[in-house]
């Protein structure tokens, strides 16, 4: 059973770099089968998704994290990491990494990991 | 970008009872939606994709409908574990811009 975990730093700075790694467990994130997927929710608030990776290195992101925006696969470690660069208080969010098929229109996540709480604060 | 909206914010429903959750998109995404349902502190679970099809190991009173512009997700006799919030998700862009409702809070009544 594919089991996803997040893990990183709960707590960043304004004006600094949030980067949270993902472990994939179960499966493999080299499969042509699938993109790797991180989405957010803000508290209070709904799911942002901020964007993907496919095993070949292709990514896509949310036109409007974009410029901020990196994601990226560590196939040795079974893992895909976010970048989020230049943090505000808004960038607080839940973080939850997702698994999404790749056949065709398919766009749909599942699973999902449990989700990181993110504060950004100085 | 497509705007989901999702409808009603709250719903406050008995156990064994019906809910209907609407979910809205601003232009025709086909049936590229899919249902999830979230509860704190854990992992968030697929209810439905392509607007209808049950994702493996769901219930059979989860339903889902609707095509186009227009979706619902209906839980036919609810559960106390069904009491979550719920979230639908439009994947109808290539390149992907994919964005999710606002959610629709399921209470116990």
């Known amino acids: 059973q594919l089991q996803l975990q997040e893990s990183g730093p709960g707590l960043v700075k304004p004006s600094e770099t949030l980067s949270l790694t993902c472990t994939v467990s179960?499966?493999?994130?080299?499969?042509?089968?699938?993109?790797w997927d991180w989405i957010r929710q803000p508290p209070g608030k709904g799911l942002e998704w901020i964007g993907r990776?496919?095993?070949?290195?292709?990514?896509y992101y949310n036109p409007s994290l974009k410029s901020r925006v990196t994601i990226s696969l560590d196939t040795s470690k079974n893992q895909f990491s976010l970048t989020l660069s230049f943090v505000t208080a808004a960038d607080t969010a839940v973080y939850y990494c997702a698994r999404g098929a790749a056949a065709g229109t398919a766009g749909w996540l599942d699973p999902w990991g449990q989700g990181t709480l993110v504060t950004v604060s100085s | 970008e497509i705007v989901m909206t999702q409808s009603p914010a709250t719903l406050s429903v008995s156990p064994g009872e019906r809910a209907t959750l609407s979910c809205r998109a601003s232009q025709s995404v086909s049936s590229n939606l899919a249902w999830y349902q979230l509860k704190p502190g854990q992992a968030p679970r697929l209810l439905i994709y392509g607007a209808s099809t049950r994702a493996t190991g769901i219930p059979a009173r989860f339903s889902g409908s609707g095509s186009g512009t227009e979706f619902t997700l209906t839980i036919s006799s609810l559960q106390s574990e069904d009491f979550a919030l719920y979230y639908c998700q439009q994947y109808n862009n290539w390149p992907p811009m994919y964005t999710f409702g606002q959610g629709t809070k399921l209470e116990i009544k």
């Open positions: 990776v496919y095993y070949s290195g292709s990514t």
């Open positions: 179960g499966g493999s994130i080299s499969s042509s089968s699938y993109f």
